[in-house]
């Protein structure tokens, strides 16, 4: 039973360059979410997926850009990395919900990213 | 003014007692609640949710104070193994995490 796996764990990368961070997910939950973790903050919203095909931006899109094209698959892509986007980042997933109470969320292991 | 706040803490406790500490939101149309746990950045991991009438899941208390809108945490008989950072969130739409408050249990 894998959950919901990222791949790569680690990634150092430099300013300028294009980096893609995987999330993949075995439960078939409708809802994906990444979510980047800074101290001194809580986690905050990226993107993130209703259904295969559809996204929608969350607290801080700008930088990111994301796809879906299977319900199991969520990538992330910084498509020109700057040093603020040095982070920890996570994926998430969760069942379908009413509009007004979503549900919990269970979250992968985290890409530690660092650019130089 | 952020969703979720928290008291960043640290709390620092011996084994066996007890700590509690809450967590302010500010939008009132939040209909669900929960307390995640972290561990040294690691991923946020479901504690319980929290419902209306307050619940129990052994050692850890919850309770959910709509009018103040506030929640609260109480864990009893502390172990070393609940030092963590311990998170709020709350949701309307969306989830809104709180930064955490750090737990730390001493022998």
């Known amino acids: 039973d894998a959950g919901i796996t990222q791949s790569p764990r680690y990634k150092i990368t430099e300013t300028g360059r294009q980096v893609t961070l995987m999330c993949h997910q075995t439960w078939s939950h409708s809802y994906m979410f990444w979510y980047r973790q800074d101290l001194g903050h809580g986690l905050r919203l990226i993107y993130y997926s209703a259904a295969a095909d559809i996204t929608d931006k969350g607290e801080v899109p700008d930088g990111y850009v994301v796809s879906r094209s299977k319900t199991e698959n969520f990538p992330l892509t910084l498509e020109s990395a700057t040093r603020s986007q040095t982070s920890v980042y996570f994926c998430?997933?969760?069942?379908?919900?009413?509009?007004?109470?979503?549900?919990?969320?269970?979250f992968g292991p985290g890409t530690r990213l660092t650019v130089l | 003014r952020k969703e979720v706040e928290q008291d960043p803490g640290p709390f620092n406790v011996p084994e066996g007692a007890t700590v509690a500490f809450n967590c302010t939101y500010s939008n009132s149309a939040s209909q669900s609640f929960f307390w995640y746990r972290q561990d040294c950045r690691k991923e946020p991991k479901l504690l319980m949710s929290?419902?209306?009438s307050g619940n129990e899941d052994g050692r850890f208390t919850a309770q959910l104070n709509r009018a103040s809108q506030y929640i609260s945490l109480l864990i009893r008989d502390s172990k070393l193994s609940d030092s963590a950072t311990y998170l709020c969130?709350?949701?309307?739409?969306?989830?809104?995490f709180g930064a955490g408050t750090t737990v730390t249990v001493r022998a």
């Open positions: 969130v709350v949701g309307a739409y969306k989830l809104s």
């Open positions: 929290v419902y209306s």
């Open positions: 998430a997933s969760s069942e379908s919900q009413p509009p007004d109470r979503p549900n919990e969320q269970f």
